[in-house]
């Protein structure tokens, strides 16, 4: 506004009177009489008003209209086209004089259409060819070709590098699972797989990573229902737990179709609950104790059997003898029962005439020994 207002009254201050009489040294007429003193202005010219169009050097008095006030002004006021600032800048022309700017617009649209046909694939990735958003083929590696976008959108994914599911997610959440005898564990493993069928895994799942989650929990916990709990702390009940859930994780999967390749699964944690961790120890010292019990008795048993096969054997050996010779084979066991009994006593009675029936031989024999560790009178001096 402030432009449109300077043009008025630019326009006001021209040659020519709003009011219909020329400027002079009034706001009437002149008299029809005088003659103005000379051909020049009386007042100063006005810089906005281009000369007059008959004599370069008589400048006119006539003020714009308000079309050329309106060509000549801009978003920001009026135009400027020289002035310190300089003139406007203007994009060059071609020969013929007209711009290059459509030229400039149709290259770019063409190398970015060439662009978007040439693809070059890695040796682990694999891509899928959508034709106006429909599956059409999968490209494998290597330089590939496709119809421009958007006629075919081509989406490439890495099918051979190795990916890595925890589960849970975070050290500190608890995954609690019920064993097969009743307990409760807390099992934290990993799961690694890959995508076997690219096409599978981008249109058979919505979310692929979440259904691998899904159906590793569900197998895990059916996998742990049907083992014991000390299986599941035990290094060979862990193999056994992994190798299971991967094989029903694959089932599950292919069933679904959904295009991956389940590699391993990995028990990483196999914890009692936080809550009954000192109770679970004490049941363990004391399962401890008890193994160690029964393997004690166990050896006890050994001892006594190995023993009772020894004496059998030498019956059996002792038997052969006396079926040889009877009589002689009932005396020498007869002595060697009397020998082993009675030399566990102080008497010994004999049975014979002419020998006195109770003979004190240990009472004679503890004599003999005083009488010889007894030193003699001639030692003591």
Do not use: C
């Not at 400027?23 to 281009?50: A, I, M, Q, T, V």
């Amino acid at each position: 506004m402030d432009g449109l207002s300077n043009g008025i009254r630019l326009a006001m201050a021209g040659n020519n009177n709003p009011w219909g009489g020329k400027s002079g040294d009034g706001y009437g007429e002149r008299p029809r009489g005088d003659k103005p003193k000379s051909d020049k202005p009386s007042g100063p010219r006005n810089p906005w008003l281009p000369p007059s169009g008959g004599n370069p050097g008589n400048e006119g008095r006539r003020g714009p209209n308000i079309e050329d006030i309106f060509k000549n002004r801009g978003p920001e006021g009026p135009r400027r086209t020289g002035g310190p600032g300089g003139p406007s800048f203007r994009m060059p022309q071609r020969p013929n004089g007209k711009s290059w700017l459509p030229l400039i617009i149709v290259a770019v649209i063409l190398i970015t259409l060439l662009l978007s046909s040439i693809h070059l694939i890695g040796p682990q990735q694999q891509a899928v060819v959508k034709t106006f958003g429909n599956y059409t083929r999968t490209m494998n590696s290597g330089l590939k070709f496709s119809a421009p976008f958007p006629i075919e959108t081509v989406d490439v994914e890495d099918v051979q590098g190795v990916r890595t599911l925890r589960i849970p997610g975070s050290d500190q959440q608890v995954r609690l699972i019920l064993t097969g005898d009743q307990n409760l564990v807390d099992l934290s493993y990993i799961v690694r797989w890959n995508i076997k069928d690219l096409a599978d895994f981008k249109f058979r799942l919505v979310e692929p990573v979440e259904t691998v989650n899904e159906v590793a929990e569900a197998a895990m916990r059916a996998a742990v229902a049907e083992t014991n709990l000390d299986e599941t702390f035990s290094g060979q009940g862990r193999a056994a737990i992994e190798q299971d859930v991967r094989e029903r994780m694959q089932r599950t999967l292919d069933a679904y179709e959904a295009g991956i390749r389940v590699l391993g699964v990995e028990i990483e944690k196999a914890d009692p609950p936080a809550e009954v961790v000192d109770a679970f120890r004490d049941v363990q010292v004391a399962e401890q104790n008890a193994d160690a019990a029964r393997n004690q008795a166990q050896g006890y048993a050994q001892q006594i059997l190995a023993q009772s096969q020894g004496e059998a054997e030498a019956f059996d050996k002792v038997y052969e003898e006396y079926r040889l010779a009877p009589e002689v084979t009932r005396r020498r066991l007869y002595y060697e029962t009397m020998e082993r009994v009675l030399s566990k006593t102080d008497k010994t009675i004999v049975e014979a005439p002419g020998v006195t029936p109770y003979l004190p031989l240990p009472e004679i024999r503890n004599r003999a020994q005083q009488t010889v560790t007894a030193p003699t009178p001639q030692e003591g001096q």
